[in-house]
């Protein structure tokens, strides 16, 4: 049983910046991704950022130079720093990760949802 707990969602102004954070606990054998999504009311969910346990990162065009994905392996959590935050990253940001529970088998997991609101 693996969990993916999300935190540091919130209300911010247009400029502004939020972290969010995802804490994987549970019986862990190791992650061998994480990735940020979000969705917006009436729309589908999209990749905004994706990390490989190697280190190896990619974003979606639309948050390139503004948002950074991070990961502490020791600690089994990823982090998406959001920086000039829009009115348009308004969404509801999910935590995924592809997690081996031991060798040979493993499954991908979803976090809760944090709601991220920007002001304009």
């Known amino acids: 049983q693996v969990q993916l707990v999300e935190s540091g969602g919130g209300l911010v102004q247009a400029g502004g910046s939020l972290r969010l954070s995802c804490a994987a606990s549970?019986?862990?054998?190791?992650?061998?991704?994480m990735d940020w999504y979000r969705q917006a009311p009436g729309k589908q969910r999209e990749l905004v950022a994706a990390?490989?346990?190697?280190?190896?990162?990619n974003y979606a065009d639309s948050v390139k130079g503004r948002f950074t994905i991070s990961r502490d392996n020791a600690k089994n959590t990823a982090y998406l720093h959001m920086n000039s935050l829009k009115p348009e990253d308004t969404a509801v940001y999910y935590c995924?990760?592809?997690?081996?529970?031991?060798?040979?088998?493993?499954?991908?997991?979803w976090g809760q949802g944090t709601q991220v609101t920007v002001s304009s």
């Open positions: 995924h990760a592809i997690v081996a529970v031991t060798t040979g088998y493993q499954y991908s997991y």
């Open positions: 990390s490989s346990s190697g280190g190896n990162t």
């Open positions: 549970g019986s862990i054998f190791s992650i061998n991704r």
